[in-house]
């Protein structure tokens, strides 16, 4: 009997030990191969080689090497983070937006922001200076409704011919700005406690989801805390692209960016050139940091 060719597939979905390979047009579901299980891990977004056993069934033999790889959510290759906070219901949570930002960073993702909800506008302008701080920072933004279909148009190209991930906290309408893109998904959808404004989560696993436009997006579960990546606290600054661009013009190399004299980002912030609040987010993210570091 002559041999079987391994095929090469991307892993679009896992559950109770099943990997969904979509390759050539179909999708199999397939086991991990013995050894493999004890040398490779297997996430959703890994381009894997596999063997067909059976229609549609399959064993995969190997994980093809990375190009990037994200924690939380768990995503093998994707090239672009699209992080989505709401103009309110739940109101934005900075600190964990900064959080979400610098994950991405460190992985090497391409980043935009997307406030959603603007149908809930309160006064003229609202969305824009909630959007100041990323676009100060070099992020490409977008103010989009998804119940009024507002402004989706431009950000529909941004998930062309890619593989996205849309991060935010609960409720922030992930799953809905999704349906209003694709409406064919039809991904289940829920509503804010009004006891504590939060979203509940409708999301429960990580999966790849095909778009008109030639791209895959994962739709993740939502999140309220995040951990930060493994980097030393004075590389830190430079996962905040406005705060690393300035960092070299600090008087001494080692400068905390705290107290120090001649500190050029704590100029800048007096300046009103960076916005407070990423300044405090970098601040609290340093010293989360430096005691994880103590710890150890």
Same mark, same amino acid.
């Given at each position: 009997?002559?041999?079987?060719?391994?095929?090469?597939?991307?892993?679009?979905?896992?559950?109770?030990?099943?990997?969904?390979?979509?390759?050539?047009?179909?999708?199999?579901?397939?086991?991990?191969?013995?050894?493999?299980?004890?040398?490779?891990?297997?996430?959703?977004?890994?381009?894997?080689?596999?063997?067909?056993?059976?229609?549609?069934?399959?064993?995969?033999?190997?994980?093809?090497?990375?190009?990037?790889?994200?924690?939380?959510?768990?995503?093998?290759?994707?090239?672009?983070?699209?992080?989505?906070?709401?103009? !309110?219901?739940? @109101?934005?949570?900075?600190?964990?937006? *900064?959080? %979400?930002? =610098?994950? /991405?960073?460190?992985? +090497?993702?391409?980043?935009?922001?997307?406030?959603?909800?603007?149908?809930?506008?309160?006064?003229?302008?609202?969305?824009?200076?909630?959007?100041?701080?990323?676009?100060?920072?070099?992020?490409?933004?977008?103010?989009?409704?998804?119940?009024?279909?507002? !402004?989706?148009? @431009?950000?529909?190209?941004?998930?062309? *011919?890619? %593989?996205? =991930?849309? /991060?935010?906290?609960? +409720?922030?309408?992930?799953?809905?700005?999704?349906?209003?893109?694709?409406?064919?998904?039809?991904?289940?959808?829920?509503?804010?406690?009004?006891?504590?404004?939060?979203?509940?989560?409708?999301?429960?696993?990580?999966?790849?989801?095909?778009?008109?436009?030639?791209?895959?997006?994962?739709?993740?579960?939502?999140?309220?805390?995040?951990?930060?990546?493994?980097?030393?606290?004075?590389?830190?600054?430079?996962?905040?692209?406005?705060?690393?661009?300035?960092?070299?013009?600090?008087?001494?190399?080692?400068?905390?960016?705290?107290?120090?004299?001649?500190?050029?980002?704590?100029?800048?912030?007096?300046?009103?050139?960076?916005?407070?609040?990423?300044?405090?987010?970098?601040?609290?993210?340093?010293?989360?940091?430096?005691?994880?570091?103590?710890?150890?």
């Amino acid at each position: 009997m002559p041999a079987v060719e391994p095929r090469q597939g991307l892993v679009t979905r896992a559950l109770g030990g099943f990997f969904f390979v979509a390759s050539a047009g179909k999708t199999y579901r397939c086991t991990a191969k013995g050894v493999l299980k004890q040398r490779a891990e297997i996430i959703v977004g890994d381009r894997v080689t596999f063997i067909e056993t059976e229609p549609m069934r399959g064993v995969i033999d190997d994980v093809l090497p990375r190009r990037t790889r994200l924690l939380r959510p768990p995503v093998a290759n994707a090239t672009k983070a699209v992080v989505i906070f709401a103009i !309110n219901k739940p @109101p934005p949570n900075y600190m964990l937006i *900064d959080r %979400i930002l =610098v994950q /991405a960073e460190a992985a +090497g993702l391409n980043i935009i922001i997307c406030l959603n909800k603007i149908d809930l506008i309160e006064r003229a302008g609202q969305d824009q200076e909630l959007l100041i701080p990323y676009r100060s920072a070099g992020y490409r933004t977008y103010s989009v409704s998804s119940k009024t279909r507002a !402004n989706l148009e @431009p950000l529909r190209d941004e998930f062309k *011919d890619c %593989i996205s =991930v849309l /991060a935010g906290q609960s +409720g922030v309408g992930k799953s809905s700005l999704l349906n209003a893109l694709e409406p064919g998904l039809e991904l289940a959808t829920g509503k804010i406690s009004s006891r504590t404004l939060r979203g509940r989560h409708t999301t429960r696993r990580v999966e790849l989801l095909s778009l008109a436009t030639g791209g895959l997006v994962a739709d993740t579960p939502g999140f309220s805390t995040l951990s930060l990546p493994d980097v030393e606290p004075e590389e830190l600054v430079y996962l905040f692209p406005e705060l690393g661009a300035i960092a070299p013009y600090c008087r001494f190399a080692d400068c905390r960016h705290e107290t120090e004299p001649h500190c050029a980002i704590l100029a800048a912030v007096g300046a009103g050139e960076v916005a407070a609040s990423r300044f405090q987010s970098y601040l609290s993210m340093a010293a989360e940091l430096r005691e994880l570091r103590r710890k150890w």
